[in-house]
């Protein structure tokens, strides 16, 4: 079997790469170990989580807001398996899509581990062991990530878990501990805060949400706090943990240096991902990868082994599944002898609890350091129509402009539907608009977009409307 290109890999990065090599008209494979494609996206992570995180939102609605709203049920209840098992069907049906797809671009899927016999040959070992060689001209890494487990977590996948079990738990925690303050534990955390569990998030650093602008942690915290009693233990660094009986026992050190210990039913690890690049037989093309398994590549994406890419997860940057996407599509275009380009600034960060948050662009923080002059224009939901109708006034806009030139550099949404406003933002940066460029633009009353028009005008001489 004799290729133009071969994917390792399928989840989003590596199967919308090998989509869009074949419809430049190369004659591409993809290869995956495990029996159902989309990667860790799909089966054990973006999908899935939304999934447990649309249920449980509905779930919250309908016991505190329904009443308000003027609709009268029965005490609703939560029927756990049911909830999974709808969780299970949003999978499936997204991998077969995917499978779909390589079907309808004339992709031919390998099943089983690829590993590097040279650069320009694979072994595919399959489950059962028959293994089966490739021949290809050109291939694209795109393996993925793997929860990182600190070496003294005694990771059982029953009480000591990841987000993977989180997402196939049996049974409502009573109580549970989030090991990580970031993107995963705030997610996952929030579906069993809604869901009545007591949920305690330990971070090592003095906010949530660390990697953005330090506006969004706060809110998020104290929304959280306010809404699903969750409890927040920021500055404590996780010494030890154990089981006691059908306990869980964290001990942590906080920032006076004082023992602290936590007990629960569940103890789940969120403190990142790390590239997943084991059993690719990297060492027979002499490619060697950092502690954390990430490969380095040039700015094509390109390894050190001319024709040998790699994108996404295994390669620096955010460990998003869109920037993986828009990974995969640069190569497979500069492939075929295209010359396009990546603004990773603009690739957007999101936060799926509720209320939402996403940012792209510069932090107030990174302005701060980098001594660049900036003026800040900040909205509340609170004093938006829209989300006063729906009951969702949590959150805020805050856009961050040059203070000469008024270009946007930030844009940071907390509240609902930021998700999907923040697009906005990305295709106003794009075409470097200015804060008044948005503001003058008509926004439909009543919608949560307003906010980001009224962030604008509040960011243009202070002259927002509203407030």
Not at 46 to 72: R, Y
Not at 259 to 282: I, P, Q
Not at 358 to 385: C, D, I, N, Q
């Amino acid at each position: 079997m004799k290729y133009d290109v071969t994917v390792i890999g399928s989840g989003p990065g590596g199967y919308v790469a090998a989509i869009r090599a074949a419809q430049l008209g190369l004659k591409t494979a993809i290869i995956e170990k495990y029996t159902t494609l989309g990667g860790t996206c799909l089966n054990v992570g973006c999908i899935p989580s939304k999934a447990l995180l649309d249920s449980s939102e509905h779930f919250h609605a309908a016991q505190k807001q329904f009443k308000e709203h003027g609709i009268e049920i029965n005490e609703p209840k939560v029927n756990f398996e049911q909830m999974i098992n709808r969780k299970r069907d949003v999978v499936s049906k997204t991998c077969d899509g995917v499978a779909y797809l390589m079907k309808k671009n004339k992709i031919d899927v390998h099943q089983g581990v690829g590993s590097f016999i040279d650069k320009n040959n694979i072994k595919v070992t399959a489950e059962d062991g028959k293994e089966t060689k490739i021949e290809t001209d050109k291939v694209i890494i795109a393996t993925g990530s793997k929860p990182t487990i600190f070496p003294f977590f005694p990771y059982d996948k029953k009480r000591f878990i990841t987000s993977t079990e989180a997402l196939e738990l049996k049974e409502i925690p009573k109580k549970m501990i989030v090991i990580g303050g970031g993107v995963i534990g705030m997610e996952l955390g929030s579906v069993y805060a809604r869901l009545g569990t007591e949920v305690s998030v330990i971070e090592f650093m003095p906010s949530i949400l660390g990697s953005m602008d330090k506006t969004m942690g706060k809110e998020l915290e104290r929304v959280s706090k306010k809404n699903l009693k969750m409890k927040f233990f920021l500055q404590h660094k996780v010494e030890e943990a154990k089981q006691d009986g059908d306990e869980v026992v964290i001990t942590a050190t906080d920032k006076k240096g004082k023992k602290v210990e936590f007990r629960a039913d569940y103890c789940m690890l969120a403190v990142g991902r790390s590239a997943y690049t084991e059993g690719l037989g990297l060492e027979n093309i002499g490619i060697k990868t950092d502690k954390r398994g990430t490969i380095t590549v040039n700015d094509h994406l390109e390894t050190k082994v001319k024709g040998v890419y790699a994108i996404g997860d295994v390669v620096r940057g955010a460990m998003l599944a869109h920037k993986a996407e828009e990974e995969g599509v640069m190569v497979a275009e500069l492939m075929a002898g295209q010359k396009p380009h990546i603004n990773y600034l603009l690739i957007p960060g999101v936060v799926y609890t509720w209320p939402e948050v996403a940012s792209v662009g510069h932090t107030e923080e990174e302005l701060k350091e980098s001594g660049r002059k900036y003026k800040v224009g900040s909205f509340p939901f609170m004093a938006l129509g829209r989300a006063r109708a729906s009951m969702d006034t949590d959150g805020l806009v805050k856009v961050l402009a040059d203070e000469k030139t008024d270009e946007i550099l930030g844009i940071h949404i907390i509240g609902a539907r930021a998700a999907d406003m923040i697009a906005t933002a990305v295709t106003a940066m794009e075409f470097r608009a200015s804060a008044e460029d948005i503001a003058r633009q008509s926004h439909a009353h009543p919608t949560y977009m307003e906010a980001v028009k009224e962030a604008c005008l509040a960011a243009t001489e202070n002259r927002a409307v509203h407030i």
